[in-house]
T-cell receptor, first 113, second 114 residues
Framework: QQQVKQSPQSLIVQKGGISIINCAYE??????FPWYQQFPGKGPALLIA?????SEKKEGRFTISFNKSAKQFSLHIMDSQPGDSATYFC????????????FGKGTKLSVIP | GAGVSQSPSNKVTEKGKDVELRCDPI?????LYWYRQSLGQGLEFLIY????????KSGLPSDRFSAERTGGSVSTLTIQRTQQEDSAVYLC????????????FGDGTRLSIL
C-alpha cells in the first residue's frame, strides 16, 4: 500500500517557468510534510517542510500548499532555473512511533534554458 | 560540523556474499535511520535507532538484514547472503533526537550485486 502518491514522475519546464509537483497521502496521522531535493550521487536534502496547522509556506522561490481536507500537498517552484534540475521527493511522517519518513516515488525535474 | 558520513560510497559484490555498510551520524544526533532507495523508487524505511532504546526493525525486508548501533553513534547495516534484488542505494539519516525533524541524510552507499 503506497501511502504517499506523487505526480508527475517527470517534468520539463522552461527556465523562468513554474514547476508544480503534487502529492496525496492516506494516513490522517501524518503531521509533518517535507520536500527533499536530490541531485545524482547525493543524498536527499531538505528543501522546505510544512505542518498541517498552516495551508501555505513560502521560502524564497519555493512554496508548499497544503490541503488537509483533501489530504494533498504540493510544491511550487517559481522562476525555475536550470540549477533546480533534480529529483524531488515529497514525504510525510506522523508524531508517533519512530517518526520515519514515508516517501513518494519522486519527480525528476528538468529545467531547460 | 560534518554531515552524515557513509562508507563505502560504492560496493560491488557477488550474489551470496555478506556486506556491511557503515553510517556515522552527525555528532550529538541520537536518532538514526536507514532507508533503501531502489531504482526509480522512493526511499523505503528500514530501521530506526534512538539512543539506547530497542530499535524499530519494522521496515527490514527479510531476516537477512540486520543492523546495530554501537555506543549510540556509528551504525552498521549488514546484509547476509546478498541477492540481486538487494541492489540499491542505502541511505542513512540522523536527527538530534526522537521526533526531531528534519532528518539529515548522508550520500548513501550504492550496492550492486552481481
Amino acid at each position: 500500500q503506497q501511502q504517499v502518491k506523487q505526480s508527475p514522475q517527470s517534468l520539463i519546464v522552461q527556465k523562468g517557468g513554474i514547476s508544480i509537483i503534487n502529492c496525496a497521502y492516506e494516513n490522517t496521522a501524518f503531521d509533518y510534510f517535507p520536500w527533499y531535493q536530490q541531485f545524482p550521487g547525493k543524498g536527499p536534502a531538505l528543501l522546505i517542510a510544512i505542518r498541517p496547522d498552516v495551508s501555505e509556506k513560502k521560502e524564497g522561490r519555493f512554496t508548499i500548499s497544503f490541503n488537509k481536507s483533501a489530504k494533498q500537498f504540493s510544491l511550487h517552484i517559481m522562476d525555475s532555473q536550470p540549477g533546480d534540475s533534480a529529483t524531488y521527493f515529497c514525504a510525510a511522517s506522523s508524531g508517533a512511533g519512530s517518526y520515519q519518513l514515508t516517501f513518494g516515488k519522486g519527480t525528476k525535474l528538468s529545467v531547460i534554458p | 560540523g560534518a554531515g552524515v558520513s557513509q562508507s563505502p560510497s560504492n560496493k560491488v559484490t557477488e550474489k551470496g556474499k555478506d556486506v556491511e555498510l557503515r553510517c556515522d551520524p552527525i555528532s550529538g544526533h541520537t536518532a538514526l535511520y536507514w532507508y533503501r532507495q531502489s531504482l526509480g523508487q522512493g526511499l523505503e524505511f528500514l530501521i530506526y535507532f534512538q539512543g539506547n532504546s530497542a530499535p524499530d526493525k519494522s521496515g527490514l525486508p527479510s531476516d537477512r538484514f540486520s543492523a546495530e548501533r554501537t555506543g549510540g553513534s556509528v551504525s552498521t547495516l549488514t546484509i547476509q547472503r546478498t541477492q540481486q534484488e538487494d541492489s540499491a542505494v542505502y541511505l542513512c539519516a540522523s536527527s538530534p533526537r526522537r521526533g526531531d525533524q528534519p532528518q539529515h541524510f548522508g550520500d548513501g552507499t550504492r550496492l550492486s550485486i552481481l
